[in-house]
């Protein structure tokens, strides 16, 4: 069975910094694309970070450039992104998901398309 476990989220002050971790089972991130995209009631499902270890690719939604990083260590089959000088905007439930390959569902209009989803971890970010 394949598995994502998303871990990381909690409550920061703006300014603030977060590191949310999605540790996959049943795949290999060398195989797979690692996606995180969030969700709120107000704007719906958001695009965040993709990073893609087999042709060494990264991606971020414009709303996080400059802030957030996202990493692979490929030993502890996991994915990290570091998320820096939150802003409330940021307040969402994060998800990150998986897909064979690359990131090219990486978006708003094809999200479904990625295969594997983890649960949501909150991260509320207060002014």
């Known amino acids: 069975d394949v598995q994502l476990q998303a871990s990381g989220g909690g409550s920061v002050q703006a300014g603030g910094y977060l590191r949310l971790s999605c540790e996959a089972s049943?795949?290999?991130?060398?195989?797979?694309?690692i996606a995180w995209f969030r969700q709120t009631p107000e704007k719906g499902r958001e695009r965040v970070s993709c990073i893609s270890k087999s042709d060494g690719s990264t991606y971020y939604g414009d709303s996080v450039k400059g802030r957030f990083d996202i990493s692979g260590d490929s030993a502890k089959n996991t994915v990290t992104l570091q998320m820096n000088n939150l802003k409330p905007e940021d307040t969402a439930v994060y998800y990150c998901a998986a897909d064979l390959v690359t990131c090219a569902y990486f978006s708003v209009s094809t999200y479904f398309r990625f295969s594997y989803w983890g649960q949501g971890t909150q991260v509320t970010v207060s002014s």
């Open positions: 049943g795949i290999s991130l060398n195989d797979y694309a």
